[in-house]
């Protein structure tokens, strides 16, 4: 949804507070995979839900989170996500899943776009975060959270789509590379991946045993990115240590001037 759009959304009024003092299961699932906050609020003009930063910018100097807080009551704590289901929406095990694992997805695309990547790192380091908790979704920790791993892998892969392929949804991509639940293991699209960037290293064995950090709910979004960005820098570098990618090119003297 477009900014304007966005702004007219909180115009048109009827904005309401899901779940009230009780967190609902979309936030209670989330906050066990990764500790930050998420204001879940609900409107009749929502089809189905949308999803961004606190400070995604709706328009020039306008972060979602502000125009949130200026155009209703509920808080957004910094360093947050805001969540906007359909006015009446229940969620089930399904639907739940889904939601966070798009809501996963657009906390670690925030870690490799605010964490100053190299470009010829930057696929390599969204790979290698988004298929440490893609492979989390299919252990036991999550399952006994109510996750179901197949719907939350599809909501990771619904914000992948148009960061890779530039389509609008996953119905809207007709590549239909990011289809299957097990996309990340997918020949097609590491092979995809390394068409749009020869520097691309299909990472899969990364650990991040911090990314459940303890803290301050006051300070614990920021906490979490620094950490998160920081681990996933030196991952990435201890990697490039062992196994260099690309060796820069000399060519003959004769073929420089």
């Known amino acids: 949804m477009k ?6 959304l909180f115009w048109e009024g009827s904005i309401e507070e899901v779940g009230g003092a009780e967190d609902t299961l979309v936030q209670r699932m989330f906050k066990a995979i990764i ?11 929502v089809s189905t839900f949308i999803a961004y930063h606190d400070d995604y910018e ?18 957004v704590p910094e360093e947050s996500l805001v969540l906007i289901s359909a006015d009446g929406a229940v969620d089930d095990a399904h639907s739940a899943s889904y939601k966070v694992g798009y809501l996963v997805a657009q906390a670690l695309s925030k870690v490799v776009d ?8 930057e696929t390599s380091a969204l790979y290698a975060l988004f298929y ?8 036991q920790f999550l399952k006994d959270l109510g996750v179901i791993t197949d719907p939350f892998r599809k909501g990771m892969a619904a914000d992948l789509t148009n960061r890779w392929t530039g389509a609008a949804s996953l119905r809207r991509d007709h590549s239909g590379l990011f289809s299957r639940c097990d996309f990340l293991d997918d020949q097609a699209v ?4 390394l068409a749009i960037d020869p520097m691309f290293v299909a990472i899969k064995d990364c650990k991040y045993p911090q990314s459940r950090l303890p803290g301050d709910d006051n300070d614990l979004g920021e906490t979490w990115f620094e950490s998160m960005i920081r681990l996933l820098k030196e991952d990435l570098q201890d990697r490039e240590d062992r196994f260099p990618v690309a060796k820069i090119i000399k060519f003959p003297k004769a073929m420089t001037k």
Not at 132 to 139: I, M, P, R, V
Not at 190 to 193: C, F, G, I, N, P
């Open 35 to 45: 500790p930050l906050e998420v204001a879940h609020l609900s409107s009749p003009h």
């Open 190 to 193: 590491v092979d995809y991946l």
């Open 3 to 8: 900014g304007t759009n966005l702004k007219h």
């Open 114 to 121: 605010s964490g100053d990547f190299p470009v010829t790192r």
């Open 58 to 75: 709706v328009e020039h100097n306008m972060p979602f989170g502000d125009l949130v807080v200026e155009e209703t009551d509920f808080n």
């Open 132 to 139: 440490f908790f893609y492979d989390q979704a299919a252990h």
